[in-house]
């Protein structure tokens, strides 16, 4: 059974950086990180599949980077630069065959989410 757990949220000014760790990523084959602030739908962040390839929404390339750690089973969300608009809950998700992808509707793995808020 797979089992997503975030961690990392906090709250920061802009400009501020945080990294967002999900563990139970061992039987995951490509993992993606969404975010969902008040009001809105929950969008794509960042993916990453078996082979490192990775995928960024356009709000975040240049300041967000996913990696992962497979001794650990863990994926990651480095995020630099962070402005009031990366405000949001955001959530671990996997799936379980090798295609990088921003859509929500391909993932049935997801985590509990972590609360980043990001204070001008």
């Known amino acids: 059974q797979v089992r997503l757990v975030e961690s990392g949220g906090d709250s920061v000014q802009t400009g501020g950086s945080l990294r967002l760790s999900c563990a139970g990523t061992r039987y995951i084959v490509t993992s993606a990180w969404f975010r969902q602030a008040p009001g809105k739908e929950r969008e794509g962040v960042a993916s990453?599949?078996?082979?490192?390839?990775?995928k960024y929404a356009d709000s975040v390339k240049g300041r967000f980077t996913v990696s992962k750690d497979a001794a650990k089973d863990t994926l990651y969300l480095e995020m630099n630069n962070l402005k009031p608009e990366d405000t949001a809950m955001y959530y671990c998700?996997?799936?379980?065959?090798?295609?990088?992808?921003?859509?929500?509707?391909?993932?049935?793995?997801w985590g509990q989410g972590t609360q980043v808020t990001v204070s001008s």
């Open positions: 998700a996997g799936k379980s065959y090798n295609s990088v992808s921003l859509w929500e509707q391909e993932y049935y793995y």
């Open positions: 990453i599949n078996r082979d490192g390839l990775t």
